[in-house]
């Protein structure tokens, strides 16, 4: 069985927490810019956050300030995103994905996902 790249998505009701978890390539560990993006029904893909490989600085939309964290463990390939006091708005396929860092770090289109997602559910 293949294993999944991302993976620790759920049904929570509002106010939980998540932790998801990305499996990192070391091919995609060339790239200078790794993060997170989701998608929810009916909507295009949206930035959640990234971290530059380079010096660690994290970036993070709006909706993702004060109550995401991301993290890069490059001992056990992994990129983690932890998530606190979950929204109904969070619900979204979230995506780990890679950027040349070339574009802004903001925008989603600058950034290829790399597996097939894990979905997040947030009950109201």
């Known amino acids: 069985q293949v294993p999944l790249v991302e993976s620790g998505g759920g049904l929570v009701q509002a106010g939980g927490s998540l932790r998801l978890s990305c499996a990192v390539s070391?091919?995609?560990?060339?790239?200078?810019?790794m993060g997170w993006l989701r998608q929810a029904p009916g909507k295009g893909r949206e930035f959640v956050a990234a971290q530059r490989y380079t010096d660690g600085s994290p970036y993070y939309g709006d909706p993702a300030k004060g109550r995401f964290t991301i993290a890069i463990d490059t001992a056990k390939n992994t990129m983690y995103l932890q998530m606190n006091r979950l929204k109904f708005e969070d619900t979204a396929v979230y995506y780990c994905?890679?950027?040349?860092?070339?574009?802004?770090?903001?925008?989603?289109?600058?950034?290829?996902?790399w597996g097939q997602g894990t979905q997040v559910t947030v009950s109201s």
């Open positions: 070391g091919r995609t560990f060339s790239d200078p810019v």
């Open positions: 994905a890679g950027s040349t860092g070339l574009g802004s770090i903001s925008d989603a289109n600058n950034y290829r996902v």
